[in-house]
């Protein structure tokens, strides 16, 4: 699998990431053993988890997996701070105090010494952004962690971030697929301007760009699901349906998959580092895991730029 350096820094991940926020619920861990061994074979190295990912389980599954599966020193670990759940209530706070003890927390579930990259989950309204910076800047002087970076941020919190920190910010980590790409109109530019590299979460749509939704909604989907119904019901209907009806009719003249379209059209956008792919299965996985993510024709690019263009 293609190793891609993240914006003008020196830190390289593989083309597809591992997103675990599945990991100790929906997926258990031998499933998660499965889906480890499985990107590394297939030459993927770089895993993404957060402590609000199952109240920290999934890093806590991780931690138990690094050095049994694999050494530590051939994965490249992205993890987060900044958001937490109490009673059932997401709770936002990038300040000094929560975002080190976050990190000494995360060090501990993952059993390791220093995290690759660091990103600060959201932005948060009521810390100055000065003081969460200080926190990274800490962070990556004491060698806990080794490059740091943002997420879900926009244009202008991005360009704000990079121009106050001490430490380089490296990446952005932000939705982007072909049924989201809001982020073109400043989130991609701030990050080129900044030499940020963009790490896209929900690649596939939510799901939606596998194909698997057309008329219908499987039983044992996200989408079927209480939790995450609402997370993917957007995406179902209306302009997004149409746009992944001309994702599905580009792939069968490309005699290629739905997904593996997909994710080819989101890794050849400027600046993209990593796709986090975040399957629940390891059969899922593997799906993903054939795509060739050979550059699309021309033609193909093109129409499908035109038909999902932001409004």
């Given amino acids: 699998m293609e190793q891609r350096f993240v914006g003008t820094s020196g830190l390289r991940v593989s083309a597809l990431a591992l997103g675990t926020m599945t990991w100790g619920k929906e997926t258990d861990a031998e499933t998660a053993r499965e889906q480890l061994r499985t990107l590394i074979d297939a030459g993927g190295n770089t895993f993404d988890t957060a402590p609000s990912y199952v109240e920290g389980r999934s890093e806590a599954i991780l931690g138990e ?68 910076l200080s926190a990274m800047d800490l962070a990556v002087s004491t060698g806990r962690v080794r490059y740091a970076g943002v997420s879900n941020y926009n244009g202008w919190q991005l360009a704000r971030a990079a121009t106050l920190s001490e ?17 073109e109109r400043e989130g991609l530019p701030a990050a080129e301007h900044v030499g940020a ?13 596998t194909g698997k939704y057309r008329g219908q909604i499987p039983s044992d989907s996200r989408g079927a699901s209480e939790s995450m119904g609402s997370y993917v019901d957007p995406y179902l209907k ?32 400027n600046i ?40």
């Fill in 197 to 209: 590299g963009v790490l896209c979460w929900a690649p596939l749509g939510r799901g939606v760009l």
């Fill in 65 to 132: 997996l690094l050095g049994d599966v694999v050494p530590r020193s051939d994965v490249v670990l992205v993890s987060k701070a900044g958001v937490s759940h109490r009673n059932g209530k997401r709770m936002v706070d990038t300040s000094r105090r929560a975002m080190l003890a976050s990190l000494d927390a995360s060090l501990a579930r993952l059993g390791t010494d220093h995290l690759d990259l660091w990103l600060a989950h959201l932005w948060d309204e009521n810390v100055p952004l000065e003081e969460t």
């Fill in 238 to 269: 209306g302009r997004p349906s149409r746009i992944t009806e001309a994702l599905v009719t580009a792939a069968q003249g490309l005699s290629r998959s739905p997904l593996d379209v997909a994710l080819s059209w989101v890794l050849e956008q």
């Fill in 272 to 311: 993209v580092a990593s796709a986090v792919v975040g399957p629940r299965t390891t059969e899922q996985l593997r799906e993903i895991l054939k795509s060739t993510l050979e550059p699309l024709p021309a033609p193909i690019a093109t129409v499908l730029d035109e038909v999902s263009a932001a409004h």
């Fill in 167 to 183: 430490t380089a910010i490296v990446a952005n980590q932000v939705e982007y697929s072909l049924l989201s790409r809001g982020v």
